[in-house]
């Protein structure tokens, strides 16, 4: 999440002539895509193929080790049968390079990577069937154990000591708040990270390492029909979420987001974790935060989109989607108590 001024605004001619300076491309197609922080464009050349040109936004693109990091991290887990996107190398043979442009408010510097293109449409326009839900969170489990055997010089700073989004960090919720002012779910959040702190904090030391995607959402995942009258998962998108945390905090952050695009939201977590075990087994402690941590994902969606409007109010729409359907599962997630779900989704 960017301070102002600081989200790329290009407009198609200079996409177009980024795209044949840097990768000697003929944009005949260009297309802008929907992002939270950076710019995203569709890009077909007269040559053939299609692609996705991401501009990173001015303040990320200052840390080109952690964006060099998360692009590995793709190609890698590519590699392994998971569907990523990875980079194309440009004229010089690097897969990045940080950039001087002017998008209306002065010159800045954005990082610029042509992606290659993932078929499909994102998980939150199809049914989410049980079978569906059971893929995802194999999916999840699957990417996350890649993730953990991956060798770079500069996986430290993956650490990110003081991430917003991660679910080590949900306390630095409690200065953002006052977004929430007179409204009744401003005590909802409060009693979650409350409840974080009392039964979170101290089990951590239980629960395993790895490296999260951190971002596991609905609009992340693509998906194709399959042979059999369902859906097979063809593309996981964005990692600029990445962090080093923990496996219970991927499977969390699936379930809540799964949540937000389902009519029944509380029968989503069985099936995920049903999917999730048949990888990778929780321990009890993993088994006995999962609720408060589900909660607390969604008390970050919530409080960290308004404040994201704050920043970017022409942005609204799209910061917020996940937030304005998480509200009600989120009162109805506390209300029914962390004995009931648990039994829904454990049972």
Not at 57 to 68: C, G, P
Not at 225 to 242: S, V
Request: net charge negative; glycine share 6%.
């Amino acid at each position: 999440m960017s301070p102002k001024n600081t989200k790329p605004n290009l407009s198609h001619s200079q996409v177009s002539e980024i795209v044949k300076r840097l990768y000697r491309l003929t944009a005949s197609v260009i297309q802008s895509l929907p992002s939270y922080d950076d710019q995203n464009f569709y890009v077909a050349p007269s040559e053939g193929g299609e692609y996705i040109l991401k501009i990173m936004n001015s303040e990320d693109s200052k840390n080109t080790l952690l964006i060099e990091v998360q692009t590995y991290a793709m190609s890698v887990l590519q590699q392994n049968g998971i569907p990523a996107q990875t980079a194309l190398p440009n004229t010089s043979g690097e897969i990045m390079s940080l950039e001087e442009i002017d998008c209306g408010y002065g010159s800045q510097k954005y990082l610029v990577r042509l992606l290659t293109y993932l078929p499909g449409t994102t998980i939150s326009k199809v049914p989410l069937t049980p079978q569906l839900l059971y893929e995802t969170g194999k999916t999840a489990a699957k990417m996350d154990t890649v993730l953990k055997k991956m060798k770079h010089p500069h996986l430290h700073v993956l650490e990110r000591e003081g991430f917003k989004w991660s679910l080590s960090n949900v306390a630095l919720l409690e200065d953002y708040l006052y977004v929430l002012d007179g409204e009744p779910l401003l005590e909802v959040v409060k009693s979650v990270i409350e409840a974080y702190k009392s039964s979170v904090d101290p089990k951590r030391s239980s629960f395993r390492k790895c490296i999260n995607h951190g971002d596991f959402n609905d609009l992340n995942v693509l998906v194709q029909p399959n042979d059999k009258e369902g859906y097979r998962i063809t593309g996981i998108l964005d990692f600029g979420d990445m962090n080093s945390g923990y496996y219970i905090h991927e499977l969390a952050i699936t379930v809540m987001y799964m949540m937000t695009e389902h009519p029944k939201p509380i029968e989503v977590g069985g099936p995920v974790l049903a999917g999730w075990e048949s990888v990778l087994p929780l321990n009890e402690a993993e088994k006995d935060c999962l609720y408060v941590l589900v909660l607390s994902r969604f008390c970050q969606s919530l409080v960290l989109a308004r404040y994201s409007v704050t920043l970017q109010p022409e942005n609204e729409e799209y910061l917020m989607i996940s937030s304005r359907k998480g509200v009600n599962i989120l009162q109805q997630l506390w209300e029914l108590g962390k004995e009931q779900v648990e039994k829904l989704w454990f049972e």
